[in-house]
């Protein structure tokens, strides 16, 4: 499965991963998804939002357990974050039936679409839509940046953008949903653990920063006659960094767009995007509110006018605490196996869903800690350890 997966949407210059939704990239990870459902007998449906399905049992039957994650990547993104999770979900089924386990539950394999949010600026569209934490207006209006509408590319990908919405008939079936996912950190490679179990996800957002000066020309152009936005950007760039120390937590600014972005030009608009993320509300409230009182003096001082548009924000998930206590119940029987309880600054499905069902994680080591790069990785007796370790699982939750 992974000799398949790996060379799908794979940038040969960069080396990373450019597998953004409703692509012709998503599309062949979706095509793989789909055999590899056909392949092991599997009833294979999509969804109103475009997420695909692969269910032994009948789903109707209610109190299903669900596990998968997502195939799209950031830009350049590596080969395990979401893909591990999938590829690992159909394992662990097969090392299910290879004992010989009889299932007393609907189990179910799902590959969300969009989790990353790389085309359309927004983390886990299907998994929102799905939970109605994203109204169809809103959904409706996102774009990408060539001005391309998220139904406009549902459309050319074959799929009816006027089905989205909510779906609350599906997570009513479902009675539990266990995410794999490497590691993104270091944690279990410090602690010499393969496997861990997640506690919480921090509060995270994303935050649209417009510093908007005056265009003019770079070589004519007093340096005191300037209203220059990088400036400001560039100073506020360093406050976040300064903010996010002082507070424990984390802030980026990983993406920029300029305008008229010449050369040879001071720009008229320089358009940043912050993510930042803490281990609880008030130091992330702390820390952003720290960087948009240095931009907005930054801004003034330079002459430049500055909006700030909070575009996206997830409120800490605390995973559900009676799932999180069996997962660590069903593995701790391994006396081989430790597997500690760690939090994680990074978004996930699960914690999209948890608002509505019991969902759980898994993670699996990543020796460097390296993610959202082509240098991200997880040596093979550490995916075989999650491929194990969430087979037990879903044999103590679905099977007889």
């Known amino acids: 499965m992974w000799r398949d997966l790996l060379p799908l949407g794979r940038h040969s210059a960069s080396r990373g991963y450019r597998r953004y939704a409703w692509t ?22 999509v969804d109103r939002n475009g997420n695909q399905w692969a269910w032994a049992g009948d789903p109707a039957d209610g109190d299903a357990v669900v596990t998968g994650s997502h195939l799209d990547s950031v830009p350049d993104g590596g ?25 007393g539950k609907p189990l179910g394999i799902v590959n969300f679409g969009d989790e990353e949010g790389a085309r359309f600026g927004l983390a886990c569209v299907g998994s929102r839509l799905t939970a109605g934490r994203l109204t ?20 050319a990908a074959g799929y009816d953008p006027d089905a989205i919405g909510p779906d609350p008939e599906r997570l009513d079936r479902v009675g ?53 936005p990088m400036l400001p950007y560039a100073e506020t760039v360093l406050a976040a960094r300064r903010e996010a120390g002082l507070a424990g937590a984390v802030a980026t600014f990983g993406k920029i767009a300029v305008e008229p972005n010449g050369v040879n030009a001071v720009p008229s608009l320089v358009r940043g995007w912050l993510d930042s993320r803490a281990a609880d509300q008030a130091r992330l409230d ?25 575009e996206s924000f997830t409120p800490v998930v605390e995973f559900d605490h009676v799932l999180r206590d069996e997962l660590t119940r069903i593995l701790g029987t391994d006396s081989d196996l430790t597997v500690p309880v760690l939090g994680t600054g990074a978004g996930h499905d699960a914690g999209i869903l948890s608002g509505r069902i ?15 790069s082509p240098a991200e990785s997880a040596d093979e007796d550490d995916c075989v350890a999650g491929v194990l370790a969430l087979a037990d699982v879903l044999e103590g939750l679905a099977c007889a």
């Open 176 to 228: 539990a949903f266990v995410e794999l996912h490497v590691e993104q950190g270091r944690a279990l490679d410090l602690s010499g653990d393969p496997v861990g179990v997640a506690s919480a996800i921090w509060p995270h957002g994303r935050w649209r920063f417009d510093f908007r000066g005056e265009a003019n020309h770079a070589g004519t152009t007093r340096l005191t006659d300037r209203r220059d």
């Open 358 to 372: 019991p969902t759980a994680m898994l993670f699996v080591r990543n020796p460097t800690g390296v993610s959202h």
């Open 286 to 310: 702390t820390v952003v509110a720290g960087v948009e009182k240095a931009a907005r003096e930054y801004a003034a001082a330079h002459g430049v006018d500055l909006d700030v548009v909070r």
């Open 24 to 45: 012709g990239a998503d599309a062949d990870c979706r095509a793989w998804f789909r055999a590899q459902a056909e392949a092991r007998g599997l009833a294979y449906e």
């Open 136 to 155: 169809v207006d809103q959904a409706r209006r996102l774009t990408d940046g060539d001005g391309i509408t998220l139904p406009r590319a549902m459309e």
């Open 79 to 103: 080969a395990f974050d979401g893909p591990l999770g999938v590829v690992s979900a159909f394992a662990a089924l097969d090392e299910l039936r290879g004992r010989g386990a009889r299932f």
